[in-house]
């Protein structure tokens, strides 16, 4: 059944700011490198809120509320994210939207990458996308927001209108986002005022008043530089021209003065939390401005080698000594300092810049041994099992004809089931025909079960859309390699009495086959080899058997696009998570992380491969 209607362009809706009396939901977003605003999840947002509401000036450790976001703080008064152990800020802001918009219901729209995972996408065009839904039409064109694709609700496909690629698209229900009423703030100025005192001594403190203080140098030092006054730059800073004429100089504002940023407990008792290996894709640029509402895309970066200027009037010096790993001062917070006051010319003695440490000191090869309870040492990439089964077959096993069909939508075609299915009929299944999932229970379309098993691997494994239960063994599109495993004498962070795993992965630049994005076409393979660490204890080898069971099934890497240099047809970590750091965690890729090895399990099983399929 199609959707009634015609395809339109439709306008955000909700995006802004609406009448006062009106409640409002509340997303709070970051700018990244290609000036898109980019959503926070629902569950941070409500965070972030319940910190502002206790402190309008605070700060938000993301750490707390979620363990990939763990490197970065929001400063509420420059209305900045801060990622702590690089020194990079982020401008955020915070946008609002109706109440019956998709983040007031919860939904979130997301597209296909090309690793196979799903990303959501940008808030404004969420809303759109599901004010079309709701609307029924059948398709919609997002040409009116700046991007050549179609996106077709009976298909629940993206195309590009330029290359004709097609990715899957899904619409999922998640928490609502915070839900506000009364007066919107006015838009905080940066810095805001001064206040007397003196700074106070405490880790999170020092980060926010070492951030705001060399901000404000930077920003003291731009102006010298627009007016004429320094000859200092800015690498990536640009001064436009149009036409022959020069463009006017931002205004920049006053360096902020001595201030006291009074101390949280929630915040100062607890130091930052450690994240999973892959580092957030926030903050690899840092951008400077004298406005907490930047909306302009592009980004600026500090440069270590910009002239040293003057302290500005008010500044406290802040000298920083001796801040090793193992001293009082978190190096997360001893980098951020060191970084963004360098780059000020504050005075700094700083005898050590805290460095991750990734690798283990030398060690011979006979120090190398097998792990106890694991077979062997090495792993070399197995050929796929292609199993030959009949799509039709597969779908058979693993579902029950349903009877009576539910007046519900199938998630996959988005008809409903008491309807005929949107795919054409194969041989021995009838488009009508409705079946059920045999673990999960959930309902479909025989023909669309189908259509989905024959858009993916292709090998003998089902995948429920809906809830992820896996059917069969699934496997991946790994490319050819090997995987070393074996015991070092050294101690990783956290794990004083045991020794250490060393998983070596390696896998060579090569030519994509029929399995991944692009076959025939070339694919590199950057970092190889890659080592990584788990304790040598129970649950240390028990997540290596299971990492053995994974690379055999082709799910470690796969071939994608990268998420922090932006590289396509590259070998990229496939959603298990990997400790790559040995002796620290500044980067979140390293221990002390006490939740680890809990979270990778969960990882590997929802990719199939669960305690259960251990022998002992």
């Known amino acids: 059944m199609a959707r009634p209607g015609s395809g339109v362009l439709v306008s955000v809706n909700g995006l802004g700011y609406p009448p006062q009396n009106l409640a409002r939901v509340v997303v709070w977003e970051w700018l990244n490198e290609h000036g898109r605003w980019r959503p926070y999840s629902a569950t941070t947002c409500h965070h972030i809120e319940n910190v502002l509401k206790g402190d309008a000036r605070g700060t938000v450790v993301l750490g707390q509320v979620d363990a990939q976001l763990a490197p970065y703080v929001i400063d509420l008064q420059s209305m900045h994210q801060f990622r702590q152990d690089t020194g990079t800020m982020r401008p955020v802001h915070r946008n609002f939207y109706e109440p019956s918009s998709a983040p007031g219901k919860g939904v979130v729209w997301e597209w296909e990458n090309d690793s196979s995972s799903w990303t959501p996408y940008d808030m404004e065009i969420c809303v759109t996308v599901q004010n079309a839904y709701e609307k029924q039409h059948p398709w919609l064109d997002l040409t009116s927001l700046g991007f050549c694709y179609l996106i077709d609700f009976n298909s629940m496909t993206q195309t590009n209108r330029q290359s004709q690629r097609k990715r899957r698209l899904r619409r999922r229900m998640d928490l609502a986002y915070p839900l506000i009423m009364g007066s919107i703030p006015k838009s905080q100025s940066w810095p805001v005022g001064a206040s007397s005192g003196q700074p106070c001594s405490c880790q999170q403190c020092i980060l926010v008043n070492s951030t705001r203080a060399a901000s404000n140098a930077i920003l003291a030092s731009q102006r010298r530089k627009l007016y004429g006054g320094g000859h200092g730059t800015f690498r990536g800073y640009r001064h436009a021209h149009r036409g022959g004429g020069q463009a006017k100089a931002e205004q920049v504002q006053s360096p902020l003065s001595s201030a006291n940023f009074p101390c949280s407990p929630a915040l100062s008792s607890h130091p930052p939390a450690h994240g999973h290996s892959h580092a957030h894709s926030h903050g690899h640029h840092a951008i400077i401005n004298g406005q907490n509402n930047l909306n302009r895309p592009g980004t600026q970066r500090i440069s270590m080698g910009t002239a040293r200027g003057a302290i500005p009037l008010g500044v406290p010096p802040l000298p920083v000594k001796n801040l090793t790993v193992s001293g009082p001062v978190h190096p997360a917070i001893a980098g951020m300092t060191g970084i963004l006051m360098c780059a000020a010319g504050l005075p700094v003695c700083l005898t050590r810049a805290p460095k991750p440490i990734l690798h283990p000191p030398p060690i011979n090869k006979s120090d190398m041994k097998p792990v106890p309870g694991v077979n062997g040492i090495r792993r070399k990439t197995k050929k796929h099992l292609r199993r030959g089964k009949n799509p039709e077959d597969v779908v058979r096993k693993y579902t029950e004809k349903v009877k009576v069909a539910p007046d519900e939508d199938c998630t996959i075609c988005r008809e409903r089931l008491?309807?005929?299915?949107?795919?054409?009929?194969?041989?021995?299944?009838?488009?009508?025909?409705?079946?059920?999932?045999?673990?999960?229970?959930?309902?479909?379309?025989?023909?669309?079960?189908?259509?989905?098993?024959?858009?993916?691997?292709?090998?003998?494994?089902?995948?429920?859309?809906?809830?992820?239960?896996?059917?069969?063994?699934?496997?991946?599109?790994?490319?050819?390699?090997?995987?070393?495993?074996?015991?070092?004498?050294?101690?990783?962070?956290?794990?004083?009495?045991?020794?250490?795993?060393?998983?070596?992965?390696?896998?060579?630049?090569?030519?994509?086959?029929?399995?991944?994005?692009?076959?025939?076409?070339?694919?590199?393979?950057?970092?190889?080899?890659?080592?990584?660490?788990?304790?040598?204890?129970?649950?240390?080898?028990?997540?290596?058997?299971?990492?053995?069971?994974?690379?055999?099934?082709?799910?470690?890497?796969?071939?994608?696009?990268?998420?922090?240099?932006?590289?396509?047809?590259?070998?990229?970590?496939?959603?298990?998570?990997?400790?790559?750091?040995?002796?620290?965690?500044?980067?979140?890729?390293?221990?002390?992380?006490?939740?680890?090895?809990?979270?990778?399990?969960?990882?590997?099983?929802?990719?199939?491969?669960?305690?259960?399929?251990?022998?002992?």
């Not at 896996?470 to 599109?477: A, D, L, Q």
């Not at 590289?567 to 750091?581: A, L, M, Q, R």
Request: glycine fraction near 12%.
């Open 418 to 616: 008491v309807m005929s299915s949107g795919y054409e009929a194969v041989k021995g299944i009838k488009p009508e025909v409705v079946g059920k999932l045999g673990k999960c229970g959930h309902m479909y379309h025989l023909l669309c079960l189908v259509a989905m098993y024959n858009n993916g691997n292709k090998d003998g494994s089902l995948q429920c859309p809906t809830c992820k239960a896996i059917y069969g063994e699934k496997t991946g599109t790994q490319p050819p390699g090997k995987m070393e495993y074996h015991v070092i004498p050294h101690c990783l962070p956290g794990y004083p009495e045991a020794k250490t795993i060393r998983i070596v992965y390696d896998i060579a630049a090569g030519i994509q086959t029929t399995e991944h994005p692009n076959p025939g076409k070339k694919f590199s393979a950057r970092g190889f080899p890659r080592h990584c660490y788990l304790p040598d204890n129970n649950k240390g080898r028990r997540v290596l058997k299971l990492l053995i069971m994974a690379w055999d099934r082709h799910l470690i890497f796969t071939i994608g696009t990268s998420s922090t240099t932006g590289e396509s047809d590259t070998v990229v970590w496939n959603e298990i998570h990997h400790k790559t750091e040995f002796g620290s965690n500044l980067t979140g890729h390293g221990y002390p992380d006490p939740n680890y090895l809990d979270n990778v399990l969960t990882e590997l099983s929802a990719q199939g491969v669960g305690q259960d399929n251990l022998k002992d």
